[in-house]
């Protein structure tokens, strides 16, 4: 087996040197009759050119020829070659959570910058070493506020993420924590009207996302004081943190958190990212997930330092802040080395790029008749329309042209029949807008297609402030 | 030599600055193509309320600075590919570069997660099939691979033992830790409404039966075991354990934090296990990355497996794979997505590659390094449960506190020989713990030198302890004032006004 270092004669002097005769021997701590004695039904051993060949089979079986639409919460942006060129660098990779600081400083050190360029980014004060992903991270947000609190209500927009609300859904199950939802108004935005008569003085946190789940931005200001005015904090989540580049930090919120997966790392089938979490100095102690400090060495030479340790679940056990004992070093190394490579000039630029892609498609796309653009807000690099038929019959001529054509949302949202969720990031060309935009028109003007239209009985919005106010009574 | 330099700096390599401060205005990292659709005016666009000018304090730096910058941070850290790094209950093996390859492969790394199905069948079969190699290695009969790590997993499957209990009638209220435990344990289990009933370890270190027979009761709701436990020792009252356990109408659940013990040799499903989880960062060959990702899958026997997370990878009698989403019963989703894809890109191939005969041969590999550093280093320190030990081993500092010097004063200084230390001050139960798993990794060679370190060490103990409390000696920094760092914690770094 070509990864274990030792020769048979090895393990023989290794073995007397144990006063064993036998390596079974070494297992007869194990009873017999829970020894396993068969063979697994496993493949291999492979050789290393097999296992290539066994991958790039895999990988053939895959969308790569396609030119694909999707975004809700991972991005694919371009990775320059620095960013895995880097990562490849093994002292990083296969070391361990830097707690030996004094042979981990390379570690500790692009850590502390990972802190910096998010608290930068999102407008906070500090930042936290990264978490799972967004979604964990947004759990963490909101069990963090009810420590800060001690309330134990918490009011989420529809517009999150809604796998997000259904991990946070899972983990607050079994603790006494009441979560209301708030629908969206027709510009595509959370319904500051409800929002307003859900948001109380028992309430936690107020939980929105911007740009939310339907690309639109949130008016983060004008919620922060509405939760401010009920001492409630304000959590702001972001999955698409380029849009940060061009678009107002929300200072004003209590959290930021999200997925930095855009910043570097692959969508990769979904995993891994690289959650992240930001919050103001006075809050600093109630933070989940690792931290790194800055310090001196005993020469008084600058090092850094895992620190506020006492918060962690290795020393403080069932009392910890989270049961998390680690974050996403090498997806954050990722996101620091990209953040640092695209800098002040380049991460604008490619946002603006972002920007302009996703106004030129929703401009054309407008121009088909039938096709909405429904949700008004102002947006960043992704927008819902609705179409004039069944959805999944474009979205199947649109692969008939190797493009994959968005995301349905009516399994996510019954409301939104036939509206699809589309994301137009620097990967996009013009050539595939506009192929895009010629599938759209082709599908509406066929009058076989457009035959199956069918009219939503109210407006999403209604429909959903009708569902809320059932759910609160 | 040092000081024999003058006039001239030393070279940046001994002193990296932060990346901000190599900063300086107009520079750039990286170009973009034209954009082929007319350009927009953000401003315009988002409105006054929206736009932003400019991040402030954010790095402007070209390519090279870039790779240089982060070149010589890598070389202030020691990773597995360094040397030797016996951290106890961490599995430091190699990460075999295959893995790093296949996970970067176009079609895998690129998928977008809601690929149509049919488009994302190549995804979708490795998925499947790490997960079917899981189940044959542990012998549990279902598994969900989207626990994002160990910790997520341990949740996970608490929160699935409570799922079944309310459907039988009663969640109940506690949950079993020995004291012998990860703190991973306890945190978990008190985000999931459970309080941790703590039990007692016997003299041999393992759950004292008379202990648990007293605990376990119709509150309990479960016992956490880690099998092999945190001193290396195998369980061997598993069966009886959990036998007290499913008595009393309770489940068990198994920390796999320490499988790279029994893969191919023992199976957990043969045990009386219901639920556990696995770490593919320490048993697969995972990177650990300088602190993740890692991936936790959860396992569990037939009784559990409606509860599993949403979806579930499925393949049809026609060989296609598919998520299945209709599962009413299951707890509901522990992270958004279906886990770290990546991570299972990487275990299939660490298990491919060694195959059911391999991965025998691994697992006695890893248990003979680990009884070979126990004997040799018995003379020169305490080892506080003598017996035969599985994949690690653990010592007490006890002769060497008598002299002032502790088990993270040996660690420090363990790193002027050249290595990683070992894991300090863990499991809780052995004061002054030297937690040792040298893994299948180590060569003899290798352990010859560690071994001849340590006892070089203890001599050096008996006859210069204030030498040993100083250490380290050559690292880039010397020890770091950790109580300064916490006391007014520097957590960003800001521009100088």
């Given at each position: 087996?070509?990864?274990?270092?030792?020769?048979?004669?090895?393990?023989?002097?290794?073995?007397?040197?144990?006063?064993?005769?036998?390596?079974?021997?070494?297992?007869?701590?194990?009873?017999?009759?829970?020894?396993?004695?068969?063979?697994?039904?496993?493949?291999?051993?492979?050789?290393?050119?097999?296992?290539?060949?066994?991958?790039?089979?895999?990988?053939?079986?895959?969308?790569?020829?396609?030119?694909?639409?999707?975004?809700?919460?991972?991005?694919?942006?371009?990775?320059?070659?620095?960013?895995?060129?880097?990562?490849?660098?093994?002292?990083?990779?296969?070391?361990?959570?830097?707690?030996?600081?004094?042979?981990?400083?390379?570690?500790?050190?692009?850590?502390?910058?990972?802190?910096?360029?998010?608290?930068?980014?999102?407008?906070?004060?500090?930042?936290?070493?990264?978490?799972?992903?967004?979604?964990?991270?947004?759990?963490?947000?909101?069990?963090?506020?009810?420590?800060?609190?001690?309330?134990?209500?918490?009011?989420?927009?529809?517009?999150?993420?809604?796998?997000?609300?259904?991990?946070?859904?899972?983990?607050?199950?079994?603790?006494?924590?009441?979560?209301?939802?708030?629908?969206?108004?027709?510009?595509?935005?959370?319904?500051?009207?409800?929002?307003?008569?859900?948001?109380?003085?028992?309430?936690?946190?107020?939980?929105?996302?911007?740009?939310?789940?339907?690309?639109?931005?949130?008016?983060?200001?004008?919620?922060?004081?509405?939760?401010?005015?009920?001492?409630?904090?304000?959590?702001?989540?972001?999955?698409?943190?380029?849009?940060?580049?061009?678009?107002?930090?929300?200072?004003?919120?209590?959290?930021?958190?999200?997925?930095?997966?855009?910043?570097?790392?692959?969508?990769?089938?979904?995993?891994?990212?690289?959650?992240?979490?930001?919050?103001?100095?006075?809050?600093?102690?109630?933070?989940?997930?690792?931290?790194?400090?800055?310090?001196?060495?005993?020469?008084?030479?600058?090092?850094?330092?895992?620190?506020?340790?006492?918060?962690?679940?290795?020393?403080?056990?069932?009392?910890?802040?989270?049961?998390?004992?680690?974050?996403?070093?090498?997806?954050?190394?990722?996101?620091?080395?990209?953040?640092?490579?695209?800098?002040?000039?380049?991460?604008?630029?490619?946002?603006?790029?972002?920007?302009?892609?996703?106004?030129?498609?929703?401009?054309?796309?407008?121009?088909?008749?039938?096709?909405?653009?429904?949700?008004?807000?102002?947006?960043?690099?992704?927008?819902?329309?609705?179409?004039?038929?069944?959805?999944?019959?474009?979205?199947?001529?649109?692969?008939?042209?190797?493009?994959?054509?968005?995301?349905?949302?009516?399994?996510?949202?019954?409301?939104?029949?036939?509206?699809?969720?589309?994301?137009?990031?620097?990967?996009?060309?013009?050539?595939?807008?506009?192929?895009?935009?010629?599938?759209?028109?082709?599908?509406?003007?066929?009058?076989?297609?457009?035959?199956?239209?069918?009219?939503?009985?109210?407006?999403?919005?209604?429909?959903?402030?009708?569902?809320?106010?059932?759910?609160?009574? | 030599?040092?000081?024999?330099?003058?006039?001239?700096?030393?070279?940046?390599?001994?002193?990296?600055?932060?990346?901000?401060?190599?900063?300086?205005?107009?520079?750039?990292?990286?170009?973009?193509?034209?954009?082929?659709?007319?350009?927009?005016?953000?401003?315009?666009?988002?409105?006054?309320?929206?736009?932003?000018?400019?991040?402030?304090?954010?790095?402007?730096?070209?390519?090279?600075?870039?790779?240089?910058?982060?070149?010589?941070?890598?070389?202030?850290?020691?990773?597995?590919?360094?040397?030797?790094?016996?951290?106890?209950?961490?599995?430091?093996?190699?990460?075999?570069?295959?893995?790093?390859?296949?996970?970067?492969?176009?079609?895998?790394?690129?998928?977008?997660?809601?690929?149509?199905?049919?488009?994302?069948?190549?995804?979708?079969?490795?998925?499947?099939?790490?997960?079917?190699?899981?189940?044959?290695?542990?012998?549990?009969?279902?598994?969900?691979?989207?626990?994002?790590?160990?910790?997520?997993?341990?949740?996970?499957?608490?929160?699935?033992?409570?799922?079944?209990?309310?459907?039988?009638?009663?969640?109940?209220?506690?949950?079993?830790?020995?004291?012998?435990?990860?703190?991973?344990?306890?945190?978990?289990?008190?985000?999931?409404?459970?309080?941790?009933?703590?039990?007692?370890?016997?003299?041999?270190?393992?759950?004292?039966?008379?202990?648990?027979?007293?605990?376990?009761?119709?509150?309990?709701?479960?016992?956490?075991?880690?099998?092999?436990?945190?001193?290396?020792?195998?369980?061997?009252?598993?069966?009886?354990?959990?036998?007290?356990?499913?008595?009393?109408?309770?489940?068990?659940?198994?920390?796999?934090?320490?499988?790279?013990?029994?893969?191919?040799?023992?199976?957990?499903?043969?045990?009386?296990?219901?639920?556990?989880?696995?770490?593919?960062?320490?048993?697969?060959?995972?990177?650990?990355?300088?602190?993740?990702?890692?991936?936790?899958?959860?396992?569990?026997?037939?009784?559990?497996?409606?509860?599993?997370?949403?979806?579930?990878?499925?393949?049809?009698?026609?060989?296609?794979?598919?998520?299945?989403?209709?599962?009413?019963?299951?707890?509901?989703?522990?992270?958004?997505?279906?886990?770290?894809?990546?991570?299972?890109?990487?275990?299939?191939?660490?298990?491919?590659?060694?195959?059911?005969?391999?991965?025998?041969?691994?697992?006695?590999?890893?248990?003979?390094?680990?009884?070979?550093?126990?004997?040799?280093?018995?003379?020169?320190?305490?080892?506080?449960?003598?017996?035969?030990?599985?994949?690690?081993?653990?010592?007490?500092?006890?002769?060497?506190?008598?002299?002032?010097?502790r088990t993270g004063d040996l660690a420090k200084r363990l790193i002027d020989y050249g290595f990683h230390p070992y894991t300090t001050a863990f499991p809780l139960i052995v004061p002054g713990a030297l937690m040792i798993e040298p893994t299948e990794s180590a060569s003899k060679e290798e352990l010859d030198a560690f071994i001849d370190a340590l006892q070089s060490i203890a001599q050096e103990v008996e006859e210069?302890?204030?030498?040993?409390?100083?250490?380290?000696y050559t690292t880039r920094v010397t020890r770091l004032d950790e109580v300064a760092a916490a006391r007014k914690p520097v957590l960003r770094w800001k521009p100088q006004r």
């Amino acid at each position: 087996m070509r990864y274990l270092p030792n020769s048979p004669a090895d393990r023989q002097a290794m073995l007397r040197a144990t006063g064993n005769t036998s390596i079974d021997e070494l297992f007869a701590q194990i009873p017999a009759e829970l020894r396993f004695r068969g063979k697994l039904n496993l493949p291999g051993p492979l050789s290393e050119a097999e296992i290539l060949e066994f991958f790039r089979q895999a990988a053939s079986e895959s969308s790569r020829e396609h030119v694909s639409l999707l975004g809700a919460g991972a991005y694919s942006h371009y990775r320059p070659v620095v960013v895995d060129a880097l990562l490849s660098r093994s002292e990083f990779f296969t070391a361990y959570t830097p707690y030996q600081a004094e042979i981990a400083q390379g570690t500790l050190q692009a850590m502390f910058e990972f802190q910096t360029l998010m608290a930068q980014l999102t407008g906070q004060e500090v930042s936290n070493a990264s978490l799972y992903d967004g979604s964990t991270a947004t759990t963490e947000a909101v069990l963090m506020a009810l420590r800060v609190t001690r309330r134990h209500r918490v009011v989420l927009a529809r517009t999150l993420h809604p796998e997000y609300r259904q991990v946070l859904h899972t983990f607050v199950r079994h603790q006494d924590v009441k979560l209301t939802e708030v629908p969206y108004a027709a510009s595509g935005r959370i319904d500051l009207t409800q929002l307003e008569s859900v948001v109380d003085s028992e309430t936690a946190a107020v939980v929105i996302q911007s740009p939310n789940f339907f690309g639109t931005l949130e008016r983060g200001y004008e919620i922060a004081q509405l939760a401010h005015r009920h001492h409630a904090l304000l959590i702001v989540v972001v999955t698409e943190p380029l849009s940060l580049a061009i678009v107002k930090p929300p200072s004003d919120a209590d959290i930021v958190c999200g997925e930095a997966q855009s910043f570097g790392v692959p969508v990769s089938f979904g995993g891994p990212y690289v959650g992240f979490l930001t919050t103001q100095e006075k809050l600093l102690r109630q933070i989940p997930g690792r931290l790194v400090g800055q310090t001196v060495d005993t020469e008084g030479r600058r090092g850094f330092v895992l620190t506020l340790a006492t918060r962690e679940q290795h020393i403080r056990r069932e009392k910890a802040t989270s049961n998390i004992c680690t974050n996403q070093s090498l997806c954050a190394l990722a996101a620091t080395i990209y953040l640092s490579l695209l800098g002040k000039a380049g991460l604008k630029l490619l946002a603006e790029q972002n920007l302009a892609k996703a106004h030129y498609a929703a401009e054309q796309l407008r121009g088909v008749p039938g096709v909405e653009v429904p949700f008004s807000g102002a947006r960043f690099n992704e927008f819902v329309i609705r179409v004039p038929g069944d959805t999944d019959h474009l979205l199947e001529e649109m692969r008939r042209e190797k493009i994959i054509g968005g995301l349905h949302l009516e399994k996510l949202y019954p409301g939104l029949k036939n509206h699809l969720l589309m994301c137009f990031t620097e990967t996009v060309s013009k050539a595939a807008i506009d192929r895009v935009v010629e599938a759209c028109r082709q599908f509406a003007t066929n009058p076989r297609l457009a035959a199956q239209t069918s009219k939503p009985d109210a407006t999403p919005a209604r429909r959903k402030s009708v569902r809320k106010h059932k759910s609160l009574n | 030599m040092e000081n024999r330099i003058r006039e001239a700096r030393p070279h940046v390599t001994r002193n990296e600055a932060l990346i901000f401060e190599r900063s300086s205005p107009g520079k750039v990292g990286v170009e973009f193509a034209p954009l082929d659709v007319p350009a927009v005016s953000p401003a315009d666009l988002l409105g006054a309320d929206f736009v932003r000018a400019e991040i402030d304090g954010f790095p402007e730096v070209s390519e090279l600075e870039v790779i240089r910058h982060f070149t010589r941070l890598s070389t202030w850290n020691y990773g597995v590919d360094t040397g030797l790094y016996p951290l106890g209950s961490c599995t430091m093996k190699y990460n075999p570069r295959i893995n790093e390859v296949v996970a970067r492969l176009e079609g895998l790394a690129t998928d977008h997660p809601y690929t149509p199905e049919e488009l994302a069948q190549g995804c979708l079969r490795v998925l499947h099939e790490t997960a079917r190699c899981l189940l044959e290695i542990t012998g549990m009969d279902a598994i969900s691979l989207q626990p994002a790590a160990g910790a997520q997993g341990e949740l996970t499957g608490i929160l699935m033992i409570r799922a079944c209990l309310t459907e039988r009638g009663n969640p109940r209220k506690y949950i079993l830790i020995p004291d012998s435990a990860h703190g991973t344990n306890p945190a978990s289990v008190a985000t999931t409404g459970y309080e941790v009933r703590n039990l007692k370890s016997n003299e041999r270190g393992c759950v004292d039966l008379a202990d648990l027979d007293r605990a376990m009761d119709a509150d309990v709701a479960g016992l956490m075991l880690t099998n092999p436990n945190t001193l290396g020792i195998f369980e061997s009252d598993i069966h009886r354990i959990a036998e007290i356990v499913h008595a009393q109408g309770g489940l068990v659940y198994m920390d796999g934090a320490n499988l790279n013990a029994l893969v191919g040799v023992a199976r957990l499903g043969d045990f009386g296990v219901d639920v556990m989880h696995l770490n593919l960062h320490k048993t697969f060959s995972t990177p650990h990355g300088g602190g993740g990702p890692g991936s936790g899958p959860v396992a569990v026997k037939r009784i559990l497996e409606l509860y599993l997370p949403s979806p579930v990878v499925e393949e049809s009698p026609e060989g296609k794979f598919r998520l299945n989403y209709d599962r009413p019963r299951s707890i509901g989703r522990v992270r958004a997505f279906y886990g770290n894809f990546g991570m299972a890109v990487r275990a299939l191939a660490y298990i491919l590659a060694k195959g059911p005969e391999g991965l025998r041969q691994t697992t006695q590999d890893a248990v003979l390094n680990a009884n070979y550093v126990r004997s040799r280093l018995r003379d020169s320190y305490d080892l506080p449960y003598d017996q035969p030990c599985m994949h690690e081993c653990v010592f007490s500092d006890r002769r060497q506190a008598a002299k002032g010097v502790r088990t993270g004063d040996l660690a420090k200084r363990l790193i002027d020989y050249g290595f990683h230390p070992y894991t300090t001050a863990f499991p809780l139960i052995v004061p002054g713990a030297l937690m040792i798993e040298p893994t299948e990794s180590a060569s003899k060679e290798e352990l010859d030198a560690f071994i001849d370190a340590l006892q070089s060490i203890a001599q050096e103990v008996e006859e210069d302890p204030q030498f040993v409390l100083k250490a380290p000696y050559t690292t880039r920094v010397t020890r770091l004032d950790e109580v300064a760092a916490a006391r007014k914690p520097v957590l960003r770094w800001k521009p100088q006004r």
